[in-house]
């Protein structure tokens, strides 16, 4: 197996592709001010299932909401929260008005209950008729914390205690066996109840009795999805997850993290195509580059004086924020130095030495926390292709600038070009997210692990 390892293998292997859902208004802060975006889609449901419904007809495998339970990390003065109201809540009403899509959401190891995050789910996944995926973290951040009247806990006990809960959580799944539900109206027979048992397990961290009332979808149970990129997380994910939702600004770190991510996997007896590494995507598709520019200065440019202060530390040079309109000069770009502490400095330099004017190096995305596309269709699907191929990813999550039409664009623009190349699916393979993913069965716990 060791040469499964760093494999890009199988010539018919086509990428995965989510779309990250957060406040629903896109990956931009200005992106709640554009014009033609309705101010208050922080709370529109129907906003978010409209947004869903367009990922769903470019055939995506699944939309990833991502939560950081209860923290304000914007600025609330002119920023919207980065989070959905309530994620649950959210993929409940897409669950509804969608048929195909994997509804993917993160729910914290550290500030729930197993017994809450089991049923939720597992509920959501009957639902949908099986297109859920639980994103398993753990949380970090004191801000998270104070939510709940506590301090962050030390890393080996949010991963103990993650450890535990994920085992749990799936015990807790299996408890309702798979035959056990036989509704006969003529017989009476409701359930046959040997098949539906406690599971009793009591850990270091967290316990439940069980069983859970909840029979099978129709894929089982819930996906385990992980982000993170820590040992730690190797060691989760390598051990439970189907996908890893990641980020990374270059091929060889997305490389390196990908093959983290599998040799883990295999060091618990898994076969590590069946763990998928899927970093991050940012884009902004117009007509060609410039419209693309234009479109992210409207979207940001009020910001750029005060980013102007972070490239100058990514370039080690003096900028001046009042000279926007000017490319760098040769005096400055002989000096410049990308930042060893940064890895986004490689690619902003490579930017400013094409010419552009300080406006357009920052409105290329440059300090943004992905790789960041602005410009056409094809230049999104290059970067996808050329990761793909490399073996640094399996796949890629998207984050439009704004959702209300950058997600058509997508659609649309990019698409298209995949499946042209033969990189991307043209129709979904069946009706889960197991079948869309291509994990292998599994309902309770995994017997290898
Ligand atoms: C791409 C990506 C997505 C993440 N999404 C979430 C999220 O939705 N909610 C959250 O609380 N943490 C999220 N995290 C944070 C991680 O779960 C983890 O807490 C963080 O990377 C710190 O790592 P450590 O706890 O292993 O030290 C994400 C991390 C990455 C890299």
Redesign the pocket.
């Known amino acids: 197996m060791k040469e499964k390892l760093d494999t890009v293998s199988g010539t018919d292997r086509k990428m995965l592709i989510g779309l990250h859902l957060g406040n629903g208004y896109g990956s931009q802060p200005g992106a709640w001010r554009m014009p033609w975006v309705d101010p208050q889609s922080y709370t529109s449901f129907d906003s978010r299932v409209k947004q869903a419904q367009a990922a769903e007809r470019g055939k995506f495998q699944f939309i990833f909401l991502?939560?950081?339970p209860g923290a304000v990390i914007t600025d609330i003065a002119s920023e919207s929260p980065a989070f959905n109201l309530d994620v649950m809540m959210t993929l409940a009403a897409v669950a509804r008005e969608t048929s195909r899509i994997g509804l993917v959401a993160?729910g914290?190891t550290t500030f729930n209950e197993p017994f809450n995050l089991a049923r939720q789910f597992k509920a959501l996944d009957v639902m949908s008729h099986g297109r859920v995926g639980w994103?398993a973290?753990?949380?970090?951040g004191d801000d998270v914390a104070a939510n709940y009247g506590t301090r962050i806990p030390s890393?080996e006990d949010?991963y103990g205690r993650a450890h535990e809960a994920i085992q749990l959580i799936q015990a807790l799944w299996g408890s309702w066996g798979k035959e056990a539900w036989v509704h006969n109206q003529e017989t009476g027979q409701f359930a046959d109840k040997d098949k539906i048992r406690p599971i009793n397990l009591q850990g270091k961290f967290v316990g439940s009795r069980g069983p859970l009332y909840i029979p099978p979808s129709e894929q089982g149970q819930p996906i385990i999805f992980h982000?993170?990129?820590?040992p730690?997380?190797h060691e989760l994910a390598g051990r439970f997850a189907n996908v890893v939702?990641?980020?990374a600004f270059t091929i060889e770190d997305a490389r390196a993290q990908r093959n983290a991510f599998r040799a883990s996997a295999m060091s618990y007896g898994r076969d590590p195509d069946e763990i998928k590494y899927i970093p991050?995507l940012m884009t902004t598709i117009a007509k060609d580059r410039r419209s693309a520019l234009d479109r992210r200065i409207e979207l940001g440019g009020d910001l750029f004086p005060h980013k102007t202060s972070y490239l100058q530390q990514m370039l080690g040079i003096q900028l001046d924020p009042l000279r926007m309109n000017e490319p760098l000069s040769k005096a400055q770009l002989d000096a410049a130095r990308p930042s060893r502490y940064d890895p986004r400095s490689v690619n902003a330099l490579k930017i400013a030495k094409e010419g552009w004017s300080l406006r357009d190096i920052l409105a290329h995305g440059v300090i943004d926390y992905h790789p960041v596309i602005v410009g056409p269709g094809e230049e999104a699907a290059d970067h996808m292709q050329e990761w793909f191929e490399a073996g640094a990813a399996d796949g890629f999550w998207i984050s439009a600038d704004v959702n209300s039409d950058g997600i058509d664009a997508f659609v649309d623009e990019v698409i298209p070009v995949l499946q042209k190349r033969g990189l991307f699916h043209k129709d979904y393979e069946g009706k889960t997210l197991r079948e869309h993913l291509g994990a292998p069965d599994q309902y309770g716990l995994d017997p290898r692990v």
């Open positions: 991502p939560d950081g993160t914290s994103n973290i753990t949380s970090s890393s949010r982000a993170g990129g820590s730690n997380a939702i990641g980020a991050g």
